[in-house]
Nanobody, 126 residues
C-alpha cells in the first residue's frame, strides 16, 4: 500500500509560481513511477508530468502544455515528489493529483495509476 498526501496548492496570479509536494508512505517508493495529473471543472483528468522509478533511471516526462514551465522531481530520501510550476496560466487552474504506480507505462494515462492522493486546488487568476 502507498498513501499519498499533496500540499502546496493555492491562488496565484498569472505568471506566478507554485510548488506542489506529494509525501508518500511505503518502503517501495523509490521503485515507483510518480506522476502528477490534473482535473479542471467539467473536464477529464489529464496527465501533467511523471518521474520514473529508480530501476528505470528516474527519467521525466511532461505534457506538451506544461513543457518548459513545469519541473517534476523526487527526493527518495524524503519519499517526496515535487512539481515546480512557473509561468502559470489561467488554463492551469485545476485540482492537481499525485499518483503512483509500479509503472505508469508509455502512455501515462490516469488508468495506469494504482494510488492517488486527495488532490490540491491550484487557481490561477488572470
Amino acid at each position: 500500500q502507498v498513501q499519498l498526501v499533496e500540499s502546496g496548492g493555492g491562488l496565484v496570479q498569472a505568471g506566478g509560481s507554485l510548488r506542489l509536494s506529494c509525501a508518500a508512505s511505503g518502503r517501495t517508493f523509490t521503485r515507483y513511477d510518480m506522476g502528477w495529473f490534473r482535473q479542471a471543472p467539467g473536464k477529464e483528468r489529464e496527465f501533467v508530468a511523471a518521474v520514473r522509478g529508480s530501476w528505470t533511471g528516474g527519467s521525466t516526462s511532461y505534457a506538451d502544455s506544461v513543457k518548459g514551465r513545469f519541473t517534476i522531481s523526487r527526493d527518495n530520501a524524503k519519499n517526496t515528489v515535487y512539481l515546480q510550476m512557473n509561468s502559470l496560466k489561467p488554463e492551469d487552474t485545476a485540482v492537481y493529483y499525485c499518483a503512483a504506480a509500479p509503472t505508469l507505462g508509455a502512455t501515462m494515462t490516469p488508468a495506469r495509476a494504482d494510488y492517488w492522493g486527495q488532490g490540491t486546488q491550484v487557481t490561477v487568476s488572470s
